[in-house]
Each structure stands twice: as C-alpha cells, then as structure tokens.
C-alpha cells in the first residue's frame, strides 16, 4: 500500500483484474442478449483496462451507455459505445465528430470528455466523458405531459437557457 492508501499491482496481477472485469461485464452483455463478436470484446478490454465496476445504463441510436469508474482517478464515467452491428458509416462519423468537437469544449452546461477511442478499420469505438446524477430531461418533460403536468413557464425558460448557452459553445 502506497500513502494514499493504493494497492500497486504487478503486470499478471494487473491482467488477473482486467480480465475478470471484462468476464463480468460479458456476463451481463449475455444476460441481456447482447452478442459480443471479435470488435466489441476489444473495445470491451480497453474499456474493462480503464475503468472497473462497469454496469450498463441505457442505449441510444448506435450502441450502449455504460456507467464506469476510473481506474486511476477514482471518478464516475458515462461511455458511449458503438456496438458492431450498428456500425455505418454515419454512425462512425457522428461519434468521431462528437469525440472531436465535445473534447475541445470547456462550459459548465456540457459534459467533458475524458477519454475516446474512435472506430477505425475492424475497431469499435467509445467516448468516455463526464457521469452527471440525474434523469433524462427529455423523459422528465414527456412523463409529466402524459400525466398533464406542465413545466412552470419560468422554470422552462431557465432550462432552455442552460441548454442553449452549452450548445452555442458547439
């Protein structure tokens, strides 16, 4: 144990880690029916090498979020990962150019990436950025509409603010 506390581990006990990580995180792929080819048990280990106590959080148009900690710096991630069998080329592009552009942005009103991998030839692909606590906004509002509840108009104009002061950094 170092001063702060830290286990140092060697290069075999280090591998130990990882690939247990990664077998868990296959097991909870598998439960869910995900199928796991030769491109996404990669970026799986890359991302299993970097962050640990991995647990999926949802999914969008090109892949899964997962929620992961870091292994070094002890923070919460959220990362976006393309799953191969949803990799066009349009999708390929996006996320390069989400990696590209949020890695550069700097504003309290959008998240910061941490870390990317983008997909090349036979590789997948993730952005690993800022974990915020919270629900869907998106969600938020469409539950509350289905029930007849309204966002207060003050309260909305707010949050279009802190939307639209992120996005013009974009």
Same mark, same amino acid.
């Given at each position: 144990?170092?001063?702060?506390?830290?286990?140092?581990?060697?290069?075999?006990?280090?591998?130990?880690?990882?690939?247990?990580?990664?077998?868990?995180?296959e097991?909870?792929?598998?439960?869910?029916?995900?199928?796991i080819?030769?491109?996404?048990?990669?970026? *799986?280990? &890359?991302?299993? $090498?970097?962050?640990?106590? %991995? !647990?999926?959080?949802?999914?969008?148009?090109?892949?899964?979020?997962?929620?992961?900690?870091?292994?070094?710096?002890?923070?919460?991630?959220?990362?976006?990962?393309?799953?191969?069998?949803?990799?066009?080329?349009?999708?390929?592009?996006? *996320?390069? &150019?989400?990696? $590209?552009?949020?890695?550069? %942005? !700097?504003?309290?009103?959008?998240?910061?990436?941490?870390?990317?991998?983008?997909?090349?030839?036979g590789?997948?692909?993730?952005?690993?950025?800022?974990y915020?606590?919270?629900?869907d906004?998106?969600?938020?509002?469409?539950?509350?509409?289905?029930?007849?509840?309204?966002?207060?108009?003050?309260?909305?104009?707010?949050?279009?603010?802190?939307?639209?002061?992120?996005?013009?950094?974009?």
């Open positions: 144990l170092n001063k702060k506390g830290y286990i140092f581990l060697n290069k075999e006990e280090k591998k130990y880690v990882r690939d247990n990580t990664y077998k868990k995180v097991d909870m792929f598998s439960r869910r029916g995900i199928q080819n030769k491109i996404t048990k990669e970026t *799986l280990e &890359k991302i299993c $090498e970097k962050y640990r106590n %991995i !647990e999926i959080i949802g999914h969008g148009g090109f892949g899964l979020v997962l929620k992961g900690i870091h292994r070094i710096m002890e923070r919460p991630a959220a990362i976006k990962m393309l799953l191969p069998l949803m990799l066009i080329h349009e999708d390929v592009a996006r *996320l390069t &150019k989400e990696g $590209e552009a949020r890695g550069r %942005i !700097e504003h309290p009103n959008v998240t910061k990436v941490y870390d990317s991998q983008m997909p090349d030839s590789h997948g692909g993730y952005i690993a950025m800022e915020v606590e919270g629900a906004l998106g969600k938020i509002i469409d539950k509350n509409a289905a029930l007849g509840v309204f966002i207060d108009i003050k309260k909305g104009v707010e949050m279009a603010l802190q939307v639209a002061k992120g996005l013009q950094e974009i």
